[in-house]
């Protein structure tokens, strides 16, 4: 009757250690010496949500941890329709909501990823509404609450869009500015011991097939922006002009 995932321990216990050191010890700790030989960080990622988590934790117990991964579940779905308005009704609404990226990040508690995502998804609203510094902002955070996915669905989604934007100069600069925050988040990682105990193989492979699964986060919505555009075309009546003479 219990279920318990890798990222479920994760987020219990550093919230549980953050928690008890600002309360019983009144400090944020740098290190988290009970884990990783001695060596782990407290916040080798994740800093928003697990540091606001720890701060509630003597209010709402462990609870606090499953009540973040609802908002941040939440978050994303909402960041999701507000970036793309087009989806927010019938079979496309049904269509991100079984997005399998999202539904298997709230069943095995990827809280980091869900918070993350969401800002990321939210910086997509604002580009798109032309609020460029917000737009900066908010990819600035979920890059620097997730490095090591985030930070990279960042990169190819630049990339993709690269092509469209109108004024590159402005993209590469606001997005330039976005990693301000995300370039030291992403050394902390790489500081973790859990990166230098690992195999080059093992961290390639693992970050290759995370990266191809999360992504879909933000690729779903977007090809079914894509495929409502074509059928919207499509189905579109050619219009026939006449000239009065």
């Given at each position: ?31 988290m010496p009970v884990i ?79 918070w993350g995502a969401s ?19 908010l990819a600035g955070l ?104």
């Open positions: 009757a219990v279920f318990v995932s890798d990222d479920a321990i994760s987020n219990y216990g550093h919230v549980w250690y953050v928690s008890d050191r600002i309360w019983h010890f009144h400090h944020i700790p740098w290190s990783g030989h001695g060596k782990a960080l407290a916040f080798p990622y994740a800093l928003v949500p697990w540091l606001s988590a720890a701060l509630l934790r003597p209010v709402l117990g462990d609870w606090v941890v499953t009540l973040w991964l609802v908002v941040g579940t939440v978050g994303l779905i909402a960041a999701t329709f507000w970036a793309f308005p087009e989806l927010r009704r019938g079979w496309w609404a049904a269509a991100v909501l079984v997005n399998p990226a999202l539904v298997v990040a709230s069943i095995i508690g990827q809280l980091p990823f869900l800002m990321l998804m939210g910086a997509v609203a604002c580009w798109r509404r032309r609020r460029y510094m917000a737009a900066a902002v979920g890059q620097a609450t997730h490095p090591a996915v985030v930070l990279p669905m960042g990169v190819v989604l630049v990339a993709w869009w690269w092509h469209w934007e109108p004024d590159r100069r402005r993209l590469l600069r606001y997005y330039a500015a976005s990693l301000i925050p995300a370039i030291p988040a992403a050394l902390l990682v790489f500081a973790s011991p859990v990166f230098g105990d690992s195999d080059p193989v093992v961290i390639a492979t693992s970050f290759f097939g995370t990266l191809g699964v999360r992504i879909l986060v933000l690729a779903v919505p977007i090809a079914l922006v894509v495929v409502q555009r074509r059928l919207q075309s499509r189905a579109s009546p050619l219009r026939v002009t006449t000239r009065v003479p």
